[in-house]
């Protein structure tokens, strides 16, 4: 366990990667956002996605713990077990960082009325609905699954190269797209919308974390095979 928690610290070598760049691009969203809603010469509440980027950015945070990290840790005697272990740890660790950052969020542009232009990049009522550990539960699921994401396709890269990778993202793009197929052939999609408002956020959060579950699954199971 204690080699586990030393993989924590070795993705944690470069503090930029998992902490100072999502920061950085969070801050930086913001700032974009506000500026924006200030020029829209309305009284209304202004929403928007700006603090989607740096959940996001994870997708690149797992391809680089991955790509990056993994070769350096066997030449230090770590196993792919503790290495696998030890990185989705860090990536839990990560995301809950990013809920509690979006949690906080949230509660400034509460107390100052959208930053005085009545705009809003993490309070956005939807996502809310269930409270702030309902909001919490989605900003962690969409860190984490994007993280999770770029680590299996990195790990599919490094395990079968390129034209395995491609073949089974065309592969999953096909399924998205014969699922939309047939929704819009039954006329489906108004069972689709309201079974979405019956979950809410936390009910899709919680599919999500389901998806991110498969995926981690899929990138361990790969992982065995994997060229440093």
Same mark, same amino acid.
């Given at each position: 366990?204690?080699?586990t928690? /030393?993989?924590?610290r070795?993705?944690?070598? /470069? ?12 801050a930086?969203?913001?700032v ?24 996001? #950015? ?22 792919r ?7 989705m740890?860090? +990536? ?12 906080i ?7 100052? /009325?959208? #930053? ?9 009522? @939807?996502?809310?609905? +269930? ?13 984490l ?11 599919? #890269? ?24 047939? +929704?819009?052939?039954?006329?489906? @999609? ?39």
């Open positions: 366990m204690m080699r928690f /030393n993989v924590i070795l993705q944690l070598i /470069n503090k930029g990667t998992f902490v100072w760049y999502p920061l950085i691009i969070l930086g969203a913001v974009v956002s506000v500026l924006i809603y200030a020029m829209i010469p309305v009284d209304t509440p202004k929403y928007g996605g700006g603090g989607q980027a740096p959940l996001w #950015y994870f997708f690149a945070v797992g391809m680089s713990a991955m790509t990056l990290t993994f070769p350096f840790s066997q030449a230090m005697s770590i196993t077990r503790e290495f696998f272990f030890g990185t740890l860090t +990536a839990i660790l990560a995301s809950a960082l990013m809920g509690v950052l979006f949690l969020g949230g509660g400034i542009e509460v107390a100052t /009325n959208g #930053y005085g232009v009545n705009g809003y990049v993490f309070y956005l009522p @939807w996502l809310w609905d +269930a409270g702030p550990l309902g909001a919490f539960v989605v900003y962690f699921t969409l860190a699954f994007f993280f999770v994401l770029g680590f299996t396709g990195a790990t599919i #890269y490094k395990s079968w190269g390129q034209l395995v990778l491609l073949i089974v993202s065309i592969g999953l793009s096909l399924v998205l797209i014969g699922l939309l197929f047939v +929704a819009a052939r039954m006329d489906l @999609w108004n069972e689709i919308g309201a079974a979405i408002m019956d979950l809410g956020a936390v009910g899709l959060a919680l599919w999500g974390l389901l998806l991110t579950a498969v995926f981690t699954g899929v990138s361990f199971l790969a992982f065995r095979r994997t060229i440093p």
